[in-house]
């Protein structure tokens, strides 16, 4: 993923911190939680996903926007 220039995998899937060994990761995971995750429903949601990227660092970042 680095090779391709990803910095952040971005996901909704709620079992990835339990199911990965994030710390071998190369990039940060950001974690969404969400009511669902359909595009009409996240994508009016981007700029709060892209402002808590910026507040928040660590290996997995998580994201509340229920």
């Given at each position: 993923m680095?090779?391709e220039?990803f910095?952040?995998?971005?996901?909704v899937d709620k079992?990835?911190?339990?199911?990965?060994?994030?710390?071998?990761?190369?990039i940060?995971?950001?974690?969404?939680?969400?009511?669902d995750n359909?595009?009409?429903?996240l994508?009016?949601?981007?700029?709060?996903?892209?402002?808590a990227?910026?507040?928040?660092?660590?290996?997995?970042?998580?994201?509340?926007?229920k």
């Amino acid at each position: 993923m680095v090779e391709e220039g990803f910095e952040i995998l971005l996901t909704v899937d709620k079992g990835i911190p339990y199911q990965q060994n994030i710390k071998n990761y190369p990039i940060q995971i950001a974690l969404v939680y969400t009511r669902d995750n359909r595009l009409k429903t996240l994508i009016p949601k981007i700029e709060l996903i892209e402002a808590a990227l910026k507040q928040k660092k660590g290996k997995l970042i998580e994201i509340d926007l229920k």
